[in-house]
C-alpha cells in the first residue's frame, strides 16, 4: 500500500512539474509582436494572462498592450469579440492611470521610428470616421451610425461623430438612437443647429409630441437665438395647440421686462407675420431694429415683408387686359409700384450693408432700382 501511494504521488507531482512548464509567466512584448504578426487570437490569449498577472496588471505598458490588441482586434474582419472596442478604451484609460513620467506610450514600427500613442488614439478615429462617410454615402446608415459612434467612444470630446452618428440614426429611423446622439452633441460643445432642427423634427412629427417640442425649440432659440427658422415652428406648433394668444402674451411680458432685447421683438414680429397680421409685424421688427439697429433678421424680414407688397402690386398688374379701361388701371397700378419700392429700397441696401455677401439683397435691390 506504501509503494502504490508513493507512486501516485510521484504521478501527480510529474504532471503538475509539466503543467507548471506550459503555463509560462505572461509575457507583453510577446503578445504586441503576435499582434504585429496578425496573429490576435494569441496575441489577445497572451494579453489576458498578462492583465490578471499579479505584477503584470499593475505595470502601464501591460494594459496600453492590451488597448491596441483589442483595438486591432474590432477593426479585423477575421475576429470577433464582444465590446471589443470597449474593452481597448478601457485598458487606454488603465494605461494612462498607471502612467509614470511624462514620456508617453509608444511602439516602434519596422524602421525603429515611434508611433506615440496619441497618434494611434488618432488614426483609430480617422479609420472610424472614414468608415462612416462611406457607409453613409453608401446609403448604409446603419452601418455608418455604428462607426461614427464606434469614433465617438475613440474621442469622446470630439463632436463630429455624435451629430453624424445622429444623423445616419435618424435616416435609419432609429429615433431613440438619433436622439442620444444629438443631445452628447450638444453636451459636448457642438455649435451646430442643424441638430436641434433634427431632434425638433423626431419629437414633434415622429414620437407626434407637441410639447415636447416646443420644449426643444425654446432651449433651440436660447443657444442659437440668430436662428430664423426655430421661431418659425415654435409658431407651428403654438397654432397647432391653441396657444397663439398664450404666446404674444408671453413675447409681450418678456418685452416689457428687456425693452432692449431685439430677439424678442423679432420672435413676436415672426409670430404675427405667419398670422398675416401685417402692420403688428411691421411694428415688432422695427422694435427689433430700434433695440439693435444692426439686427440683420430684422431688417431682412422687414424688407421681406414690404416687398411681398410689391410683388402683389405686380401680380395685380400682370392680370389686366389690355381694354383701355385695364390700360389705366395699369398705369395707376404702375405709379403705386414705383412709390412702393422707393420705400422699400432703404431696407434693402441696409441689408446689403449688413450682410455684402449675400446674394437675395442684391438681386432685389437691382429689380428695386430698375422698377423705379
Not at 464582444?82 to 474593452?87: C, E, F, P, S, V
Not at 455624435?162 to 459636448?188: C, H, I, P, R, V
Request: glycine share 6%; charged share 25%.
Amino acid at each position: 500500500m506504501k509503494k502504490t501511494t508513493l507512486l501516485v504521488l510521484v504521478t501527480v507531482l510529474s504532471i503538475s512539474t509539466v503543467f507548471a512548464q506550459k503555463q509560462k509567466k505572461p509575457n507583453i512584448n510577446k503578445a504586441l509582436k503576435m499582434m504585429q504578426d496578425g496573429d490576435l487570437a494569441s496575441a489577445k490569449t497572451e494579453i489576458d494572462r498578462a492583465s490578471t498577472d499579479e505584477k503584470l496588471s499593475t505595470n502601464g505598458k501591460t494594459w496600453y498592450y492590451r488597448g491596441l490588441i483589442y483595438a486591432s482586434i474590432d477593426t479585423t474582419t477575421t475576429m470577433s469579440v464582444d465590446n471589443a472596442l470597449g474593452t481597448a478604451m478601457e485598458s487606454f484609460a488603465k494605461a494612462d492611470e498607471l502612467e509614470k513620467g511624462n514620456s508617453g506610450y509608444f511602439i516602434t514600427d519596422a524602421n525603429g521610428l515611434p508611433t506615440l500613442k496619441t497618434q494611434q488614439i488618432q488614426t483609430l478615429w480617422g479609420a472610424y470616421l472614414n468608415q462612416g462617410v462611406k457607409a453613409f454615402q453608401d446609403k448604409d446608415n446603419e452601418k455608418a451610425m455604428i462607426a461614427f459612434e464606434k469614433s465617438s467612444l475613440v474621442i469622446p470630446t470630439d463632436t463630429t461623430g455624435y451629430l453624424y452618428a445622429g444623423l445616419a440614426a435618424q435616416n435609419a429611423k432609429k429615433y431613440d438612437k438619433a436622439m442620444t446622439n444629438f443631445e452628447s452633441y450638444y453636451e459636448k460643445g457642438g455649435l451646430s443647429s442643424d441638430a436641434y432642427g433634427s431632434m425638433i423634427y423626431i419629437v414633434s412629427t415622429e414620437r407626434d409630441d407637441s410639447e415636447g417640442a416646443l420644449a426643444l425649440i425654446g432651449k433651440a432659440k436660447e443657444a442659437f437665438p440668430e436662428n430664423t427658422l426655430f421661431p418659425k415652428q415654435e409658431i407651428d406648433i403654438l397654432i397647432k395647440l391653441d396657444k397663439v394668444d398664450e404666446a404674444v402674451a408671453g413675447l409681450e411680458k418678456a418685452i416689457a421686462a428687456e425693452p432692449n432685447n431685439p430677439q424678442l421683438y423679432f420672435s413676436l414680429g415672426v409670430m404675427y407675420d405667419n398670422l398675416k397680421n401685417k402692420e403688428k409685424a411691421i411694428e415688432a421688427y422695427e422694435g427689433s431694429i430700434k433695440a439693435d439697429p444692426e439686427y440683420y433678421n430684422a431688417h431682412f424680414n422687414l424688407a421681406v415683408l414690404r416687398y411681398n407688397d410689391v410683388v402683389e402690386m405686380i401680380k395685380k398688374r400682370n392680370d389686366l387686359g389690355i381694354s383701355s379701361a385695364d390700360l389705366k388701371k395699369s398705369k395707376l397700378i404702375e405709379v403705386e409700384i414705383k412709390s412702393e419700392l422707393k420705400k422699400v429700397l432703404p431696407n434693402w441696401e441696409k441689408v446689403h450693408q449688413l450682410k455684402p455677401d449675400d446674394v437675395t439683397p442684391v438681386e432685389t435691390h437691382l429689380y428695386s432700382t430698375k422698377g423705379t
